[in-house]
T-cell receptor
């Protein structure tokens, strides 16, 4: 089955700096890559996603890049704010099927 | 996106008993997914529930332990059977919304004592 690896497991940045989280996946048939933000005690919330027919997608301070050849994708958060502090999960749709496999998560702390 | 109502939000149960978790979606969806999230961990898919057929379970999860019902296109239940403390976790249902992605219910925090 699909294996999604995520790094780093924890990340601390100063407010205003950028944060980058990286993920790799194993199944070359995977074609959908969402990113979720989970605040403490809350459900995961979709923040951005990318499909395999594009290499980059941006939404305000958040961007995702995808390299299908290398089978890795990254989340970039610019101008970080304290409210960005949360656990972020990458995911992929497990070989192109509808079920989604999640990475191990990155705990992001933005220091004011 | 779709709105999912999940209940109960939390429960404390005795070992050996069973708990049924319900998810109601405000629109018809083909598939519903059930995940488990152990404390401080990622989300692990338990099974995929299709209306009108048996659920498809992931490796490590079996129907006798986690029976699932899917009576229509807006509702599903997950039962955690014969519970032990190792079943203490957060259980979440999820659906795919066309042109949006996957959205989650609010979760059920289960503690087995």
């Amino acid at each position: 089955g699909e294996n999604v690896e995520q790094h780093p497991s924890t990340l601390s940045v100063q407010e205003g700096d950028s944060a980058v989280i990286k993920c790799t996946y194993s199944d070359s048939a995977s074609n959908y890559f969402p990113w979720y933000k989970q605040e403490l005690g809350k459900r995961p919330q979709l923040i951005i996603d990318i499909r395999s027919n594009v290499g980059e997608k941006k939404d305000q301070r958040i961007a995702v890049t995808l390299n299908k050849t290398a089978k890795h994708f990254s989340l970039h958060i610019t101008e970080t704010q304290p409210e960005d502090s949360a656990v972020y999960f990458c995911a992929s749709n497990s070989g192109g099927y509808q079920k989604v496999t999640f990475g191990t998560g990155t705990k992001l702390q933005v220091i004011p | 996106s779709a709105v999912i109502s999940q209940k109960p939000s939390r429960d404390i149960c005795q070992r050996g008993t069973s708990l049924t978790i319900q998810c109601q979606v405000d629109s018809q969806v083909t598939m519903m997914f059930w995940y488990r999230q152990q404390p401080g961990q990622s989300l692990t898919l338990i099974a995929t529930a299709n209306q009108g057929s048996e659920a498809t379970y992931e490796s490590g999860f079996v129907i006798d332990k986690f029976p699932i019902s899917r009576p229509n296109l807006t509702f599903s239940t997950l039962t955690v059977s014969n519970m032990s403390p190792e079943d203490s976790s957060i259980y979440l249902c999820s659906v795919e919304v066309v042109d949006y992605g996957y959205t989650f219910g609010s979760g059920t925090r289960l503690t087995v004592v």
